[in-house]
């Protein structure tokens, strides 16, 4: 069995769970970005806080800077669990006034009594740092300090990690579910598929019976109309080969039958001349079972889904003047003037099937030589119509009653008191064989025609024209 190219299930998965996951981590990307700047925004208010109390402990005595920070004040600094404080106090040529020189500096000056945050390193160690530029007394306006506050980060990874693994946690378990869910639904929506997989499967060669379309949802009804389609094409298939099966037999039947006769015949006769008499009737007998045979073989050759048969670029002229100087002996046995006329000089191209063809044109030969009485005339022309060859077989026998036009076609059948030999097969081959070409057949005869005249129109080998 050949291997699938892929299962619906999975590219379903995929296509629901990739965009699933890709929207999960980016929502919780920016849940995390936003948690974790808004736990930043308050520690830096709260840091903010710190260094605004710092600095009103700033004072201006005698036009010099003082930075009176009690003993209280600076424990209040490092009173935290987790983070140490450290604090600077600069004048602005950056003589430091108090606290802990090399804090790292803002690459840009807050203005007067305002205030920047920035990210630095102290001592190797990562801090936020809140830096703002303060006036401490305002009567002295030119006297300013910058004032800096620095935090470790431990609090704020701290939080950050904790903020992390709350997100995480529960969008892990709603990926698991939903996961679940999504496979559930999945499951769930190509049943209907298995469903029809399995009543396919479950049946033998035997039941070609239309599956019910009433079960069947919206996207498969076209498929399965389809497959019912082909089932009826099929069983009608069948029953045509069924019905030439039973048909074959029996014309069969009746030259075997007559053969087995002779035979018997044959056997008892003791007369050498009469004996003589009796081969001839059983060769004769012999000869139609031989020709039915071919019939049939050739009539299987000419099936509509033969598909094997190849097809080739033809010279249909080659080909009808090759075949009518094939039947020139037996005409001339019947006493019968054949003869192959046209007006075409280069070669007439069709697409198509020699075997077939000349099958075609035989039969059609055969039937003008056969049903003529001796003295008459068989004539095959090739002309040009349009876009189409036109191949003619004529003869001047006894034609073909009109109301027998259509039935001569149909397969075993002989026109009543016209039986010589033939088993009724012949224009069948001709109307297959027609048909595989995409060709038309036309009878001409009695009134219009005094005798039979049997048309076939051949498109042309397009590239030709
Ligand atoms: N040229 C013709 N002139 C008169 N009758 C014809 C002619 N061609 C066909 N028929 C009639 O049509 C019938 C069907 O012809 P068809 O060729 O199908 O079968 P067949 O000749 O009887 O048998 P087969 O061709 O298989 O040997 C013939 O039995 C004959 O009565
Ligand atoms: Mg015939």
């Given at each position: 069995m050949a291997q699938p190219q892929f299962s619906l299930r999975k590219r379903l998965l995929l296509w629901l769970v990739l965009p699933l996951l890709i929207i999960w981590l980016l929502s919780a990307w920016w849940a995390y970005q936003i948690s974790v700047q808004f736990t930043n925004d308050a520690y830096d208010r709260s840091l903010l806080n710190t260094a605004m109390t710092l600095s009103k402990q700033i004072i201006v005595s005698h036009g010099i800077i003082i930075a009176h920070l009690p003993k209280m004040a600076l424990d209040v600094l490092n009173e935290d669990q987790y983070d140490r404080m450290y604090y600077m106090i600069n004048r602005p040529n950056g003589d430091l006034v108090a606290g802990y020189a090399g804090l790292p500096l803002p690459t840009i000056l807050p203005g007067p009594n305002h205030h920047i945050f920035f990210n630095g390193q102290y001592n190797g160690i990562p801090v936020r740092v809140v830096a703002m530029t303060v006036i401490p007394n305002r009567y002295h306006p030119k006297r300013k300090v910058m004032v800096e506050l620095a935090e470790t980060l431990v609090k704020r990874q701290l939080m950050g990690r904790e903020i992390l693994s709350g997100l995480i946690v529960p969008r892990l378990a709603s990926i698991a579910l939903t996961l679940l869910l999504v496979w559930y639904a999945v499951s769930r929506g190509l049943k209907p598929l298995w469903r029809l997989q399995k009543e396919v499967a479950s049946r033998g060669p035997q039941d070609l019976e239309p599956i019910n379309i009433l079960d069947t949802p919206n996207e498969l009804v076209s498929l399965v109309e389809e497959f019912n389609r082909l089932l009826i094409e099929i069983r009608q298939v069948l029953a045509a080969r069924q019905r030439f099966i039973a048909d074959a037999a029996h014309q069969l039947r009746t030259p075997l039958a007559g053969l087995k006769t002779q035979t018997e015949l044959a056997l008892r006769e003791t007369d050498p001349h009469e004996l003589r008499q009796v081969l001839l009737l059983l060769h004769h007998s012999g000869e139609r079972s031989v020709h039915l045979v071919n019939q049939l073989l050739s009539l299987a050759r000419a099936e509509?889904?033969?598909?094997?048969v190849s097809f080739a670029k033809l010279d249909l002229l080659l080909i009808l003047r090759e075949i009518t100087g094939e039947w020139v002996p037996k005409a001339l046995d019947n006493e019968l003037d054949l003869g192959f006329e046209t007006k075409i000089d280069g070669p007439a191209y069709v697409w198509g099937n020699e075997v077939l063809l000349r099958e075609m044109v035989s039969n059609l030969i055969d039937n003008a030589i056969r049903y003529t009485q001796g003295g008459g005339n068989v004539t095959v022309h090739l002309d040009r119509q349009e876009t189409n060859w036109l191949v003619q077989v004529e003869d001047n026998g006894p034609g073909i009653p009109r109301e027998e036009h259509r039935r001569v076609?149909?397969?075993?059948y002989s026109i009543l008191g016209s039986n010589r030999g033939g088993s009724g097969l012949g224009l069948a081959i001709v109307q297959e064989i027609v048909q595989m070409h995409h060709a038309q057949v036309m009878l001409e005869s009695l009134p219009e025609f005094y005798g039979t005249r049997v048309k076939i129109l051949i498109p042309c080998y397009a590239s030709h024209d």
């Open positions: 509509p889904h033969e598909r094997k076609f149909d397969r075993f």
